[in-house]
Structure formats: structure tokens, C-alpha cells
């Protein structure tokens, strides 16, 4: 599994989750919420209990390390950060994203050609 | 990012996963809200909008809650499957290293445990499993009765025919049905006779508890009435042994007691009714009677108690209501004998259990069965204490690697885990060592010291195997986790900087504690086997009165129907005084006489005397009569006090003479003398002179002599002789033995004589104490030496692990004599300490032991002392050889280790 570290990645929202992680702060499930919306301009969660779902998975997968602890605003929050496992996965899936674009880049210019 | 508190430090802190969902979407709701608020929502709306754009809040907890799940159960798992996998590699890890501190766990549980699966197969028997093949055993109750009996107020199993017929009628009693206790009847005639174990039981025995013949059928109602062809029912293990088994036995005619009968069925195998004696036939009472006697007086006389019974109820209300009803009947049947006195006008009927050992009428052996099971775990709580040292001291040596472990980040609870899965696998192969104890202890115990019930098995039936199971691992645990959890609370820094010597020999408080438990538990244990053995010998040697080391009891069987219904009591008194004879040249016979009251029977007649008013007849105290041939006082062994015994002058036609014992001589003429006095026996005119006083004598019962009693000379009373008693002057099993053929053979109107020595006769009433002898005295023993082991190894470990100390010492001068005392003080403090404790353990629990003695104190203080002089003497021995080990430590070497 850790050969093929795209193949479990579902969809994108994963590897948003790790790209907001992999800053190297904590933050709770609402602010990382937040912060992709922010950069995604809301096209791609639909619902947001997916991206908690989604949280949920990662650390099972050992992605991230999770602990509670209080808010800014004194509230109980859940606080995400990325694991060195994450960090792989993220290295290995940017990686693979740049690959990819640099592959479609390759190809598109000889298409804008013909 | 955002600068935040923790809240939780450690991982299990944690509460549940769901509680942990809510949390967060909590934490969600109100931070959307809020931003919704600030967006110039109002609150509501905010706060619904907030669960809309969440997305279906229940269907979203449930898949949060739901991985949240897996990855817990996974890593419980995950941690679980771990421990137990390098526990049972350290185990077995350890095995192969030290064989001898595994071979000793395993043999102490296994003993532990073995004991306590043997004990638990013969309580289940004798206590928890209903007898076999009885339906619905719940709805099946025993009817007793307690009023004055022989002279006490009692709880007595024995009706007449008569009170039998009278429960049939009691509406409550769905069911009544009436057996005999066993008794030995004759099998065959002549040479080939021999003796088969026999219940006489109505035809509504089987009815009542729903038993049905494996083989065949039981007899009917019909087949159980007076003039009815006689059948008998064979038990399933006397038709095994006798006929092999065979089918075709059905139809045979089998001789019993002089009678024949047709086999018409075999019962299942286990089949002993209610009690669990085995039994060889079943008989049906009523056509049978005349094996018992001969008249038909069994069937309609209110004096003659030969049956028990049991019913059938359908609950306890109706127990309850029936026994009123059959109280009624019983005791207004027997207004004429309450009027004379005879008769116990209180007497109540009531029902017990089936299973006597549960009712109030338990047996002594059942009663020091379950005090011996609750001993077997004492022993094994001693067992237990001392594996549980034996792992002290190796976690206190192992405590370097413990701490390298921690250090390398296995975790304390990983570590416990491992420990107590070692000690619970430990513990199952003394399982395996305790199925072997209670394969073969169980077996010696059930034949040699509880022979008088039917096992079936070998011992290890499911339940023993359960059991055995459920100690194993409850064992393990118990001696396996407080070790652990010591182990794994040790102080990282400490042990990693002493390694495995350590200096303040940690663990020991608690090792010293569980010694001194041994011990005192050993004391309590060899205190309860010294009572037994006092009380087996002083039951062993109870004074009958008779004289009963070296006697023989014979009893003729006669062909003749005439004979054997004693109505020609002349030709059964001249075939008696015939035996007599011709057993007075067999070898090692000193004298013989006989009597026409058995051996544990007494008889009532009608007697008067002028001057007594009214004279004490009861069915308890007596008088009992006797009629006896002359020589009868110096054959059984009683002393004729004053005047003279009786002789061969005192014929028919010779003035009537009696003998009194002392109970009725005083009795009946307080301050006079009794020689000389008038009896009138059983109506008759003519004045029976009283010529003598013999000493008191018990019935046979081994706590009894305070009966009144009178013996008359059998010439004169008539009465048919039933019974021969045999003085020998050699072992009277060998005399037994030469003496049966002769009676067997002497005259053609003797079908079979049983003759059977005193000794083997009281056997079974000696039962219970040789049980608890025993068993107490090897439980005690066994215990004895676990914890002695238990103390050698403590002060040998101590003394290895103050190695270093004692060296100093020695290096700054203390004697080897010195040390030595230390280390012996040490020892006898520990075992004095437990014998205080286990001292006053006995003390308290005295009155509850105090039932099952004979004539022994529950405090006796000769075995107080002997257990505590052997405890300390013991524990002394066992504190020499580390003692020794301390004196004689070398300051040099001991000083250059480490």
C-alpha cells in the first residue's frame, strides 16, 4: 500500500487536508474547514460533515495524530496536525501531481500545434 | 498556528470514540453559527443553517463514529493479540531456561488445583447432581418425620406399610412411593450362594420418580400384591458384572432369599433410586416382605418401620400442605399408642430434599466432604501463595530487564499482560497435572474411603473439567498478577543503575505476608486432621459396651419357610445351639452363643413390676429385651456387675430369671437393690426373678448407651434365635472367613449363613472420620510442604539478595554465629506469626467442626500443641540451610560481585 500511495486517496479533498496540515501547524477541524474553502472557493465540499469523515479516516490511516485541547476562543477543539506518514503521502502525492502536470504540459503544447 | 492548552496528555485518558464525535460537531456548530451569526443571521437560523450545511447530522456521526470504531477495536485488538503472543513466547521462552522454577509452579497448581477438582467431583455427587435417571428430581421430595425416636427427639426416614398406604391418600402427593434401605439378601443356594445388595420398592417407587428399565419394563401395581408371581428388576451394573450384559436375561429365574424370581427388566446404568448406594436388584416390597420377615405384620402393624418414601409434589406449597394432611393420619393412626405412651403425640411430617446430603438427615461423610472441598481450597490458596512468591522473586531478579523494556517504550499495561498470560499458561499445564491428580486421587478417594456410593466415570465428567478450567485460569491470575503489576510499577532509574541485586529486597513485605498466610493456613489444615485422627481413634475404640475387637456376628437361613418364619422356634433354637457347637472347634473360636435380637435391633415387650408404677416404655429408651443362650455376656464381651449371668440350669421348666442392666437397675429401683426384684414379661403371671446386673451396652449405634435393657434366657422366653455371636482369639476376618463354610454346610436345613465380622459392620460408621482423617491429614500434609518450601525459598532469596550487606557486615565483624541467628529468627518469627493467626482461626471456627467429631474436642489442646510443635519444628529445619549460606558468606567474594 505504501508503494502505490495515490491508489487509497479517493479524491482530492484528502490531499487539500494535507496540503493545510502539511504547513506544520495544528488546527481544528472548523478552521481547516475554513481555510479550504477559502482557497477552493467552495467548489469542492458539499457537505462539511465530509471533511470531518474524511479527518476521521486519515487518522486511522496514521495521516495525522490528533489531540484535544482548547481554542482561541476557549472552546473544546479538536486539533489536527500531520503525521511524518502524512508526509510521505503528501511528498509522494506532490510528487506525483507535478509529474503529472509537467506530463500534461508536455503534451499540450504539441496539441496547440497541430 | 492558534496558541492552545492540552486537554488530555495521555492516549486512555480519552473518553469513548461517540463521545468524541459529538464533541467535535459540537465545536463546528457553534463556530458556524457563530460565523453565520456574524453574517447577520439570527441565532436559529445560524444554528439550523449551521446543521444544514454540515449535512445530515445523524447519518454523519454514524460514518465518523463507525471508523472511529475500527481503528479502536483495531488497536485493542492489535494490542491484545500482541501481549498474548509474546506473553506465550516468554513463557515459553522461560520454560526453556529455567525447567526447574517452571516444573515447581506447575507441580504446586497442579496439586492445588487437582486437589480441588477431586474434591469437587465427589460434592457435585454427593451434593449438587440429582440421583440419575429421576424426571423433574425438583418435584420429587423425600418424606420424613421428627418426633422422639430410640429415645431422642429425632428426624426419622421410617413408616409402616400402614403410614405408606395412608400418604396414597393425601391429595397433595401426585405420587407416593416407598423403598427399603439396601440390605444383603442370599443369591442362590448351597455351595454357590452368594449375597446380592437388595432394595424392596413399591410398584410407585418407579412411578413417582419417573424411571423406566433400560431393558424390559418394572413391575406393575398388580405385580406388587399379595399372591403376585414374583419379579425382580436387575440394576445395570450387577446385570454387567453377573450376566455380561446379556439381552436374554429377561424371563431368568433368579433364587433370592429362598424365593425365586423372574427377571422382567434391567434398570439404566447409574439407576441407585434415591440414595446412592449401588444396588443390585428391585424388588416389589409387598411380595417380597418375607425376605425381611416372615409374617404379615409388615403390611398392617403400626410398629413395624421397614419402608421410606418419597412423593411426587407440584410445587412447595403443596409439599407443605401435604405433609399437615399426612401428619394427621399418621399420628391419629396411632391414638392407643400415644395413650400408652409409646408414641411421640408431636410428631410432624414433613418432606426434604431428595438428595439426603441437602436435607437435615445428611450423612457426616457428606457433611466432611464439603468441609474437605473447602479445605482442598485453602490448599490451593497456599499453592497460589506460593507461586505468587516464586514470582516475586523473579520479577525482583528480573527487574534490570523490565526496566530496559520500559525504557525501550513497551508500555506498562503491554507489559502485565505479558506477565499474567505467562503465569495463566503456568497455571493451564498444572491444569493439566491437576486432570491427572483427579483422575487418580479421585479414584483412590472414591473406592477406598467413600465405597458405599455408585461413581459412574472416571472422575473427569464435564463439570470436573470446568472447574478445572475455571482454577486454572482463576489461579493463574491470582498468583500471576500481583507479581505483574509489581513488576511493571518499578522505578526506571533505580533498577537500571542496581540491576537485577537490588538492595532493599523490594517485593518482600508482601512475600514475607503471603509466608506467614501458608502458615497459618498449614496450621489450620493439620489441626483439622488431628481432630479427625483423634476422632477416628476414639470411634475406632468407642465403647459398646461389647466387646468388639475380636467378634463375629453369624445370622442363619433356613430352607424350610416354617424355620425362616420363626414360627418353629424350637427346631430353629436346636439348629442354633447345633451351630454353635460345630463352631466351637473352628480354630481360633474362643466361645459362641446366640441371641434373638440381632446386632442394631432392640425389641419391645410388654413389662411390669411391682412397685414401679408406671414404667418408662418408649420406643427410645427402651426396656429392650433380649433373649440369649448361656455364655452370651462373656462371648460379646459385658460384665456381669452383680449376681450371676445366665446358665445352662435356667431351662423351661427352671424358675424364669432375668438380667438388668445398670441403666434399668437404677431406673427402675433407685434406692433399692435390684437382685431379687419381680419382672413380669409379656403378660405373664408367673414372677420373672431378677438375678444379676450386667454393664450398659449401646444397640450398636457407636454414641449410644442409654437404653435400659434385660436379658432372659432364651429357653424360657421362647423366642427364635436370630443371631450368633462369635468370640475369636486371632484376627476375626480369618476366623470369619473359616467359619462361614461351616455354618453353611452343617445342617441341609440351612440354605446360607452371613457372617461377617464386628468391624466390618461398623465400618461404614466410622466412614466420615476416616474421610476427614485422611484427607485432612494429606491436605495438611501437602500444605505443610508448600509452605515450607515456600519459606526456605524466601529466606534464601533474602539471604542472596542482602548478599552484599551480610558481606559488609562480615567484613566489619560480625560473627557467623550472628548471622546465622538473624537469619533463623527470621524464619521461626514468620512461622510463629502464622501459627498465632492459624491458631486462632481454628479457635473461631471450633463450633462449627465440633458436629463432626466423636468425643473430641474442637480445641483439644494435645493437637493444638503437637500442630504447633511441628510447624515450628518443621519451619526451623527449612531456615537451617539459608542460615547456614549467611554465616557463611565470604566478605571478599561477596564484596567483588559487581
Known sequence: ?114 | MAPRRRLFRLGFGRPGPGRQVDWEIEHYLVEQTERLMAEGWTAEEARREAERRFGGLARQRRRIVTVDWTEHAMRTGAAWWGGIRSGVAQAIRRIRRSPGFVAGIVLTLGLGIGVNGTMFGIVDRLLLRPPEGVAHPEQVRRILWRGMWLGRQGTIPALTYSDVVDLRTVPQFLSVGAFTSTRRLTLGSGEGATEVRAVLATADFFTTLGAHAQLGRVYTTKEDGIGAVSTVVLGNEFWRRRFAGDPDVLGRTLEIAGNSYTVIGVMPRGFTGVDLTPVDVWLPAVVARHAMDSSDRFLTSRGYYWLQAVVRVSDEASAVAGSAAATALIVNARTDQVRRGQYDANTRVFTAPLLAARGPRASATSKVALWLAGVALAVLLIACANVANLFLAQGARRRREVAVRLSLGVTRSRLVAELSIEAVLLAGLGGVVALAVARWGGSLIRTLLIPDVLWQGSGLDGPVLAVTAALSVGAGLLAGLGPALRSARGNLNRDLLEGGRGSSAGGSPVRRGLTVMQAALSVVLLVGAGLFVRSLHRAANADLGLDTNRLVLASLEFNDPALSTTRDAAEVNRLYAEAIQRVRSVPGVARAAATDVPFQSAMIAHLTSPGVDSLPVSPGTGPFYYSVTPGYFRTVGLRVLRGRAILDSDGASAPKVALVNENMARTLWPTKQALGQCLYFDHQTECTTVVGVVENASTGDLDDTGALAYYLPLSQTGYAAEGLYVRTDRDPEVVAAAVAPVLRSFSPAVRYAQVQSLGEILAPQLRSWTLGASLFTAFGGLALLVAVVGLYSLLAFEVAQRRRDIGIRSALGASGGRLLRETLSRGTALAALGTVIGLAICLLAAPYVQQLLFHTDARDPLVLVVVVGVLLAVSGLASVPPALRSARTDPMEALRVE
Do not use: N
Open chain 1, 1 to 114: 500500500m505504501r508503494d502505490t500511495p495515490l491508489s487509497p486517496i479517493p479524491g482530492t479533498l484528502e490531499l487539500l487536508i494535507l496540503r493545510t496540515l502539511g504547513a506544520g501547524s495544528e488546527m481544528h477541524g472548523f478552521a481547516i474547514l475554513e481555510w479550504i474553502h477559502q482557497s477552493t472557493d467552495d467548489a469542492l465540499i458539499v457537505e462539511d460533515g465530509a471533511l470531518y469523515h474524511a479527518l476521521h479516516r486519515m487518522e486511522r490511516r496514521r495521516w495525522v495524530d490528533s489531540d484535544w485541547g482548547i481554542s482561541e476562543k476557549g472552546r473544546r477543539a479538536r486539533y489536527y496536525r500531520i503525521s511524518p506518514e502524512g508526509r510521505r503521502v503528501l511528498a509522494a502525492e506532490e510528487e506525483r501531481w507535478s509529474r503529472y502536470v509537467e506530463a500534461v504540459g508536455k503534451i499540450a503544447p504539441r496539441e496547440a500545434g497541430t
